[in-house]
C-alpha cells in the first residue's frame, strides 16, 4: 500500500524541481535586476577586492556558488557574475570559475528538466508519428554537433540551451561535455572584459558587452559554428549521395 501510494506521488513529485526553478526565475526577472548589476558592483568593489585580498578561497567558492545559483534558477545578472569574476580573479583563474560555476547551473536546470517535463515529452515524442519524431531522431543522430552549436551562436539564449536538450531526450555525456566545452570562448569574453572593469569604473564609464560583437572576437566564434556543423552537413551530403 505504502509502495502504491509512493508510486502515486512520483509523478507529480518529480516536477517539483522544475517548478521552484521557473517560479524562482520569474520571481528574480522582477526583483533582482537591479540588485545583480554593475553599478551594485562599482559600489562594494572596494569591500570586494579587501576580502579577497584577506580570504582568497573563502571568496572564490562564494563566487561559484552564488554563480551557480544565477544560472541554476535563470536569475538575470550571469553576463555581469562572468565579468566580475574577470575583475577579482584574472583571466585564467576567473574563466575557470566561471565555466565551473556556468557548466554547473547548466547541468542543475538539465537534470530538473529531464526528470520531470522532459521525460514525459520524450517518451511521448518516442511513441508518436511523424515530424516531431524525425526532428528527435535527426537530432540523436547529430547531438554532439548541435548541442556545440547551441553553446556557440550568441542568439541562442542560454537557459534554452539548458532547457531544450532536456525537454528532448539528448544523452547527459554529451550535454554535460559540450556545455563545458561550448561556454569557454564566450567565458574567455566576459572574462577578459573584467580584467579591464578596474580601469572603466576608474573613468566612471560601465564595461561595453558589445565587445562581443566586435569582428576579432565574433569571428573565431562563428568558425567554431561552422566546424560544429561541418559533421551535420557532411552526413547530409553523404545521405543524398547514397539515396
Known amino acids: 500500500m505504502d509502495q502504491a ?18 517560479t524562482a526565475a520569474i520571481i528574480g526577472f522582477f526583483t533582482l535586476g537591479d540588485l545583480l548589476s554593475f553599478e551594485t558592483l ?26 551557480v ?12 557574475a562572468s565579468v566580475t569574476g574577470g575583475f577579482l580573479f584574472g583571466l ?49 543522430e547529430n547531438e554532439v554537433s548541435v548541442l556545440f552549436l547551441m553553446r556557440l551562436v550568441p542568439v541562442v539564449p542560454f537557459f534554452v540551451a539548458n532547457l531544450l536538450p532536456a525537454l528532448v531526450g539528448v544523452r547527459f555525456v554529451n550535454f554535460a561535455l559540450t556545455t563545458v566545452l561550448g561556454i569557454i570562448p564566450g567565458a574567455l569574453v566576459f572574462t577578459w572584459i573584467g580584467v579591464g ?17 566586435e569582428p576579432q572576437v565574433i569571428g573565431p566564434i562563428l568558425g567554431l559554428c561552422v566546424l560544429a556543423a561541418l559533421p551535420i552537413v557532411i552526413k547530409q551530403l553523404k545521405g543524398r549521395k547514397d539515396g
Open 197 to 213: 572593469l578596474g580601469e572603466v569604473f576608474d573613468r566612471g564609464e560601465s564595461p561595453d558587452l558589445s565587445l562581443l560583437w
Open 42 to 67: 562599482r559600489a562594494h568593489r572596494e569591500t570586494l577586492i579587501a576580502f579577497r585580498d584577506a580570504n582568497f578561497t573563502g571568496l572564490a567558492l562564494a563566487f561559484i556558488g552564488i554563480y
Open 5 to 22: 501510494r509512493r508510486g502515486g506521488r512520483h509523478p507529480l513529485a518529480r516536477h517539483i524541481p522544475l517548478a521552484v526553478i521557473v
Open 69 to 80: 545559483v544565477i544560472v541554476a534558477f535563470s536569475l538575470p545578472g550571469a553576463a555581469v
Open 92 to 140: 585564467a583563474l576567473g574563466t575557470l570559475f566561471n565555466v565551473i560555476a556556468a557548466s554547473l547551473g547548466a547541468i542543475a536546470i538539465f537534470l530538473a528538466a529531464r526528470w520531470g517535463l522532459g521525460r514525459v515529452l520524450a517518451e511521448r515524442i518516442e511513441t508518436s508519428e511523424g515530424t516531431l519524431k524525425k526532428i528527435k531522431a535527426g537530432l540523436n
